[in-house]
């Protein structure tokens, strides 16, 4: 497995020796695309040199073991052990950094938070996963946008849709797709039984028009006054937007800028996104014993998680890991679950090459 690693470091000198030369400077778009290889393979480079440490730090301790020296034999035993401890850690840690990257990793996301079974109390989890969200991309620097949402009234959502933009976003929030449950007494009567309600995350990768290609013939456009509460836009230009998609029946409604122009602009992003995952649900479905093998990414039907509020608990069903901690993960402090999510499907990944 790590055959290839000593020509890619001479790539990473390579890729160094250029960006140090200063002549790529003229180039921007060579210069981005240099700064993102050598971005994306220092963690492998660095590691590879601390394993080849390792494997030093034992030649060297097995010399010393030659030496007629009581002491300087113990010294070379813990050496030994020490330098054997360290190689399989990083062995481990090199093959992770060589597993395959999800090629939309780096990607802006677009968020889509549904309503589930639950009625009102189903909009109000809703909204609370959205500001869930919106509070762990704050906590990453990441820029969020809505594109629309259709609220119930009583400050819950039926659906909301909006755009994560920032480095690596799909990579951590790609894991967030399926059915989220709640357990509560809901906020909606006060009868005091516990009532079990749902909502439905999707998490798409932002696809690029090099990525999507639309037949604009394919495409309706309506215009029309944005609806909702206040605002000076609302009921008062036709600044709303709906797209329809002939051929998947897709309809799309952005109505949160002023501007038709921003808004029509969103609204085909977001149209872009849902052909691109159509694409990718073709590819995964033709990929199906990969797709077993990992931690679900984007399957809607699939129940991921519950929020127990009675016992101030979070479960995620995926990976069997229960957090006493409700408050601070509805603010936004969901690291735990996405680190949890990423080593599992890493592990999985990793059983599946070794049975190869």
Not at 305 to 327: A, E, M, S
């Amino acid at each position: 497995m790590f055959d290839n690693l000593e020509d890619i470091v001479v790539h990473y000198d390579e890729i160094m020796a250029e960006l140090a030369s200063g002549d790529v400077a003229n180039d921007q778009n060579r210069f981005r695309k240099l700064m993102k290889e050598q971005s994306d393979l220092a963690p492998l480079v660095e590691t590879y040199g601390e394993y080849k440490k390792a494997k030093q730090l034992q030649v060297d301790a097995l010399e010393m073991l030659e030496i007629n020296d009581e002491e300087m034999k113990e010294m070379a035993k813990e050496e030994l052990a020490e330098g054997k401890r360290l190689e399989e850690e990083l062995s481990e840690k090199l093959k992770i950094l060589l597993l395959p990257k999800d090629p939309n990793d780096d990607k802006n996301i677009m968020l889509e938070i549904r309503a589930g079974a639950g009625g009102d109390e189903a909009a109000l989890f809703a909204m609370q996963l959205y500001r869930m969200y919106t509070h762990y991309a704050e906590s990453q620097n990441w820029k969020v946008e809505m594109i629309d949402v259709n609220e119930n009234g009583i400050g819950g959502y039926k659906e909301v849709v909006a755009m994560v933009s920032g480095k690596g976003a799909y990579s951590k929030l790609k894991y967030e797709s399926g059915v989220h449950r709640v357990q509560r007494v809901p906020e909606t009567e006060s009868g005091g039984r516990i009532h079990t309600s749902t909502a439905s995350v999707a998490v798409m990768p932002e696809a690029e028009e090099v990525d999507v290609q639309i037949d604009m013939n394919d495409v309706r456009i309506d215009v029309m006054r944005a609806s909702g509460n206040g605002g000076q836009c609302v009921n008062t230009t036709d600044s709303a937007v709906r797209l329809t998609h002939y051929p998947t029946g897709i309809v799309i409604y952005s109505q949160t800028e002023k501007s038709q122009l921003q808004n029509k602009e969103k609204a085909f992003a977001l149209l872009r996104s849902k052909l691109y995952e159509i694409e990718l649900e073709k590819k995964q479905s033709a990929e199906a014993a990969d797709r077993r093998s990992q931690i679900g990414t984007g399957d809607r039907s699939e129940k991921i998680r519950t929020y127990n509020f009675p016992q101030g608990r979070v479960t995620d069903h995926r990976i069997n890991l229960t957090l006493y901690k409700l408050d601070k993960i509805m603010n936004g402090d969901i690291q735990e679950l996405i680190d949890g999510c990423i080593a599992a499907d890493q592990a999985a990944k990793l059983a599946k090459l070794n049975e190869q």
